[in-house]
């Protein structure tokens, strides 16, 4: 079972940036697709950026399209979340997942693998 480690949460004020990384541990991590999902308090954990094994594709969702930048570097064996201008309503435990394929995919049900969350707080 693979391990994921998540870091670089934080407080920030509002129109700032944060780097999230993920660190995961395990053999073949480029032959898996990884993910970023987040919750807020009170709500259900959604999607928000996926990056194929290669780096080559990747999949945001509407609200952060132009503000987060999702990369992986496979020689590290680790995947970033670069989220700028954030927004009050960008406050969540965020996640990383790893999917059970190479291909990157929306979908939480294929993904098998979870960290344990990262608080990402912006103050307006």
């Known amino acids: 079972q693979v391990q994921l480690v998540e870091s670089g949460g934080g407080l920030v004020q509002a129109g700032g940036s944060l780097r999230l990384s993920c660190a995961a541990s395990?053999?073949?991590?480029?032959?898996?697709?990884m993910g970023w999902f987040r919750q807020a308090p009170g709500k259900e954990r959604e999607f928000v950026t996926t990056?194929?094994?290669?780096?080559?594709?990747?999949i945001y969702v509407d609200s952060v399209k132009g503000r987060f930048t999702i990369s992986r570097d496979n020689a590290k064996n680790t995947v970033y979340l670069e989220m700028s201008s954030l927004k009050p309503e960008d406050t969540a435990l965020y996640y990383c997942?790893?999917?059970?394929?190479?291909?990157?995919?929306?979908?939480?049900?294929?993904?098998?693998?979870w960290g344990q969350g990262t608080q990402v707080t912006v103050s307006s």
């Open positions: 997942a790893r999917g059970r394929l190479t291909f990157p995919t929306m979908r939480s049900e294929l993904y098998d693998s």
């Open positions: 395990g053999r073949s991590f480029s032959s898996y697709a």
């Open positions: 990056i194929s094994g290669s780096g080559a594709t990747s």
